[in-house]
């Protein structure tokens, strides 16, 4: 079983969250509901077992919890794939949702790099979400699992459709990218973790 386990508390967050990549339980709970429904996006259509319990300083704004859970958990995809022999590396997917259409291509290369292409409006999503946040999450989830990710809204108009169209994509292209296919390490130079 490919798992990773973490707690990290700073003076503006503590997250505790538990990742694995074969599937499991899930338990979501960050103080935003909405932050709540995308993760569980992620976690239902990238076949994860996923684990977090979040509380940050959303008095401020939702800025550092939302970016804490994208850094906790690219620590915890980190970890859980270890020397990433086997994987299949490469992932991609295509969502729509209603009128929206999004992309989602990752490659668990070893290198982080985050390109994403999405016009979101900066405006709260439930009890003080900001979907300008969107683009944090996948950078900070991006930089600290070391992969990279390649995120866009291909077009549509429906901001919510947008954002979980995004989720949704990252969840199937992970499901992809993690899968075991040989014994081989999928590289040439021969490491994904340098």
Not at 47 to 59: F, H, M, P, Q
Not at 140 to 148: E, L, T, Y
Not at 153 to 180: D, I, S
């Amino acid at each position: 079983m490919r798992v990773s386990t973490l707690h990290r508390a700073t003076n503006e967050t503590d997250i505790s969250l538990s990742l694995c990549l074969e599937g499991g339980d899930t338990s979501i709970s960050t103080g935003l509901g909405f932050f709540d429904h995308m993760l569980m996006q992620l976690a239902r259509h990238g076949g994860l077992g996923l684990e977090i319990k979040a509380e940050g300083d959303l008095v401020v704004d939702s800025h550092h919890l939302v970016e804490d859970v994208g850094l906790c958990l690219g620590d915890a995809l980190r970890e859980a794939l270890g020397d990433r022999k086997g994987i299949a590396r490469w992932g991609e997917a295509h969502v729509p949702m209603d009128e929206t259409l999004t992309r989602v291509v990752v490659d668990l290369s070893g290198r982080p790099y985050c390109v994403f292409h999405a016009e979101l409006p900066k405006i709260n999503f439930g009890n003080g979400f900001q979907v300008e946040m969107v683009r944090e999450f996948f950078q900070a989830f991006s930089a600290r699992g070391a992969f990279n990710l390649h995120a866009a809204v291909l077009y549509g108009e429906n901001t919510h459709h947008k954002v979980e169209g995004l989720f949704k994509g990252l969840a199937r292209a992970l499901k992809q990218a993690v899968r075991v296919e040989s014994g081989e390490l999928p590289s040439t130079k021969g490491t994904l973790t340098k």
